[in-house]
């Protein structure tokens, strides 16, 4: 089981930048690996998968919404994940979420296929 427990979300102006963090417990840190991801959900919209890792060798899958804007990393704990957001317009305003499991590819943005998910932390671009 693994727990994960988002943070680092507020309010930024358009064209600005901000760090979310994910701080993952229970069957975590090196020996235990699986996919993390970031996941974002919009106002009136689905929730959208917008980056995604394995932490056993770092492989990184980024949404085409989010290229070049998007940069997600791991410390070297293997048990927090980051997600460097820059260059935020206002539609990037959404509730973010961190999802993990063992056994899903890291292209795989399917909601029903990630086992563990955060609370979420609010990002509002104005």
């Known amino acids: 089981h693994v727990q994960l427990v988002e943070s680092g979300g507020g309010s930024v102006q358009a064209a600005g930048s901000l760090r979310l963090s994910c701080a993952a417990s229970?069957?975590?840190?090196?020996?235990?690996?699986?996919?993390i991801s970031w996941f974002r959900q919009a106002p009136g919209k689905e929730r959208e998968g917008v980056a995604a890792?394995?932490?056993?060798?770092?492989?990184?899958n980024y949404a085409d919404s989010v290229k070049d804007r998007y940069t997600i990393s791991q410390d070297n704990t293997k048990n927090t994940l980051f997600l460097q957001m820059d260059r935020l317009k206002p539609e990037y305003t959404a509730l973010h979420y961190c999802?993990?499991?063992?056994?899903?590819?890291?292209?795989?943005?399917?909601?029903?296929?990630?086992?563990?998910w955060g609370q979420g932390t609010q990002v509002t671009v104005s």
């Open positions: 890792l394995y932490t056993g060798c770092g492989v990184i």
């Open positions: 999802a993990a499991d063992k056994f899903v590819h890291l292209r795989n943005w399917s909601i029903g296929s990630w086992a563990f």
């Open positions: 229970g069957y975590t840190g090196p020996g235990y690996d699986y996919t």
